[in-house]
């Protein structure tokens, strides 16, 4: 991938863009409405075919019970350390609606019982309301059990750097975040704005880049702040003022300063004006369906910006239950859990309406996972042995990565795992270093090639089972 050094060229698109506001939002949606990478527009740079893919990380700093209740969390023929795992009970909950997933409503006693899921070709328990995630959406869902090593809130920022073994590639001495790794490493292929990751969330967690800290942003803020910079609310109709302004302008300085070869990409890459339109269409209708800031508009909103091509990576946050201690009965945990499987199913929704499907990587990480038990108060307590992660994407072979094993206080917690066949039985990667390894999958599903990625995360394997 080479950048143009004509200079006067990409001064002349310099004077072009000094009429639209040139932050990375506003330089992004004038990409978009043409259909060239915003790198193009800035920098001349010409990209070649890639497989690099956009990732969407959703994180949690609370330590979610998604392995209390998610797939393999009940007890079945080879798992039988998930009969150690509490569930919410109907006994005590009752029978009444706890709350919906996909417009279905779930009791109490939904959560107390299993249903089969068929994930890489096998059948696995979960609680009942998982039964919402269409059979499309898990033919490409991996579930990754792993362990932190983190027992402590404060201990995210480590989690996030795979406990030491994720690198700066600039500045071996200095730790990275995994969503900055991927975000630096995959920015040129992508052609986006920006090579730092955009942070989501509702409460705020901190993120870091090259040791620099990343703003956080709300969907609310985001959608002010967009029609703002864009200078409307995107009605098509301005999309396709837009589009009439810029082709001709591009195309007249691509051809007057431009070489052949960015010539030629422009050719192959420019949007038809019917395209630019249902795009902007698209666009507008989903910016304008944020109604808050919960985990399905930190969704829809970075749907929105990897349709810009604004960054490699959008960090958000999820919620099933959170940190939970005082939960009597998993009251709490009943009713948010169902709110976390809904923004999945949600999710799979915007990014089909998005036609994205085969072009965004969704991933979890949890700073840890929760007691399979309950604590004296009802709830649950933080756990760094058995976390429950997953990976979703086109380029994912679905399947259950790990497994459970019981230890001596007779609690489950996760196995090692063998990185070729993905199973607990003779593992090639020890239960410690599960993290590390989880980690390095995430960044090779992105695109990153095998060098990169074990300059990035020196020790450990790719679990290649997980990848297609």
């Excluded at 060229?9 to 506001?21: E, M, T, V, W």
């Excluded at 195309?251 to 630019?276: E, I, M, S, W």
């Amino acid at each position: 991938m080479k950048k143009s050094q004509n200079k006067p060229f990409l001064s002349a698109r310099r004077d072009f863009l000094k009429h639209s506001s040139l932050g990375a939002l506003s330089l992004s949606t004038c990409a978009s409405v043409i259909g060239v990478p915003a790198s193009f527009l800035a920098a001349g740079t010409v990209s070649a075919a890639t497989n690099a893919k956009f990732t969407i990380l959703s994180q949690s700093l609370q330590g979610e019970p998604i392995n209390c209740s998610g797939p393999m969390s009940f007890a079945s023929a080879g798992n039988q350390a998930a009969s150690l795992i509490d569930h919410p009970k109907s006994s005590e909950l009752g029978t009444s609606a706890r709350g919906t997933v996909n417009g279905t409503s779930y009791s109490g006693k939904d959560l107390e019982e299993p249903v089969e899921l068929t994930i890489g070709g096998k059948k696995v328990l979960a609680a009942r309301p998982w039964q919402e995630l269409p059979q499309a959406f898990l033919n490409n869902l991996c579930g990754v059990w792993y362990r932190t090593g983190a027992n402590a809130h404060p201990e995210m920022p480590s989690v996030k750097g795979l406990k030491g073994a994720l690198r700066d590639d600039l500045n071996p001495n200095r730790g990275e975040e995994l969503g900055s790794a991927i975000a630096w490493d995959t920015a040129e292929a992508l052609g986006t704005s920006l090579k730092t990751p955009l942070v989501l969330s509702k409460n705020g967690m901190a993120g870091f880049s090259k040791g620099n800290p990343l703003t956080i942003y709300k969907p609310s803020q985001v959608k002010s702040l967009f029609a703002a910079t864009a200078g409307s609310h995107l009605d098509p109709a301005d999309y396709d003022n837009l589009y009439s302004q810029m082709i001709d302008q591009v195309y007249a300085n691509v051809k007057q300063h431009g070489t052949q070869k960015q010539r030629a990409f422009l050719d192959n890459h420019a949007l038809t004006r019917t395209q630019a339109q249902t795009i902007g269409d698209k666009l507008g209708t989903a910016l304008d369906a944020i109604d808050g800031d919960d985990t399905v508009n930190q969704l829809r909103t970075a749907i929105a910006f990897i349709k810009l091509r604004l960054t490699p990576v959008v960090c958000v946050s999820h919620d099933f239950a959170g940190d939970n201690h005082s939960d009597k009965m998993l009251a709490d945990e009943a009713s948010r859990t169902l709110k976390g499987i809904d923004s999945m199913v949600q999710y799979w929704k915007m990014l089909n309406a998005a036609g994205l499907t085969d072009d965004i990587n969704w991933v979890t990480l949890d700073c840890f996972g929760r007691t399979p038990t309950r604590n004296k108060e009802g709830g649950r307590d933080h756990f760094s042995n058995l976390t429950l992660s997953f990976m979703h994407g086109s380029g994912i072979k679905s399947g259950m990565i790990g497994g459970l094993e019981v230890n001596k206080k007779n609690q489950p917690e996760a196995t090692g795992i063998h990185s070729r066949n993905g199973s607990k039985n003779n593992p090639d990667i020890d239960a410690e270093s599960t993290l590390a390894a989880y980690g390095k999958t995430v960044i090779a599903a992105a695109g990153v090639d095998e060098e990169k990625t074990n300059i990035r995360v020196p020790s450990g394997k790719v679990i290649t089972a997980a990848l297609v």
